[in-house]
């Protein structure tokens, strides 16, 4: 799988992350105030994008990652993903915090 | 391990041995003789060349750049590595992809030295942004742990 600096940001417009230039560009997805994801891409069209990397950064299979880049996933649909592989909590549910576990990449 | 592949021959005049035309010594006695081979050739041989080429493992040279390493540069004025960080190294293309699995971090660059450098800029950042925020999501808040256990602040 390949993907280009310009599909890194599309996918980060797509879902509203915030973002923040330093040597890199970093993203942050925030769900009800609360940073649940982060991901990044060095800057420079020309420079090599790890796409699995990124993938796996943001919680997705091959699939999901090909649909986020190519608008069959919306941010809704990748939210439900979250909530799903339960990266993202919804306040009404959260357990205490020592009983969070890793979701799978 | 050495296989033979297909030789290449050659046919070869075969002279008797010794030499003729040679003098015992210069005429100074100093001189070393002159060699000069047989002119009469007793035959033709066919000589053949056997290519010693390596096979299996060792048909591919050991490469110089290490499939894992430790990480212990952070080069930081604020923070420092309580231990060093367990890297991957890959190739991808022209890249070289440094990566760390526990915190899905990673570096890119054009040699490993580049990438190492990338790396440490992502994760001191990470660092910093991830103890800005008062509340995490649980991935992040994992991540967050694992980070406290290798990196911590400078004593001032």
Known sequence: MDAKAREIDKIIRKLGMETRNTSDLHAWLVYDGVPVIKTRRSFGNSKYVPADKIRCQLKVNEQQFAGLISCDVTKEDYIKILIAKRVIIPKQEQPPADQTPKAPC | ?156
């Open chain 2, 1 to 156: 391990m050495a296989t033979a592949v297909t030789p290449p021959s050659v046919l070869a005049d075969l002279f008797p041995s010794g030499m003729a035309g040679t003098k015992a010594e210069g005429p100074s006695g100093a001189m070393l003789p002159g060699q000069v081979a047989q002119p009469e050739r007793v035959s033709k041989v066919e000589v053949k060349f056997f290519l010693a080429a390596p096979a299996g493992p060792l048909q591919t040279l050991p490469s110089a750049r290490p499939g894992k390493l430790k990480f212990g540069a952070l080069n930081d004025p604020q923070y420092r590595l309580r231990q060093p960080i367990p890297l991957a190294v890959t190739v991808e293309g022209a890249s070289v992809v440094v990566g760390w699995t526990e915190a899905d971090e990673f570096g890119v660059g054009n040699t490993l030295s580049a990438a190492l450098d990338d790396f440490g800029a992502s994760v001191r950042e990470l660092y910093r942004r991830i103890h800005e925020s008062e509340q995490l999501g649980p991935d992040l808040e994992n991540i967050k742990r694992i980070l406290g256990e290798y990196i911590a602040p400078r004593s001032r």
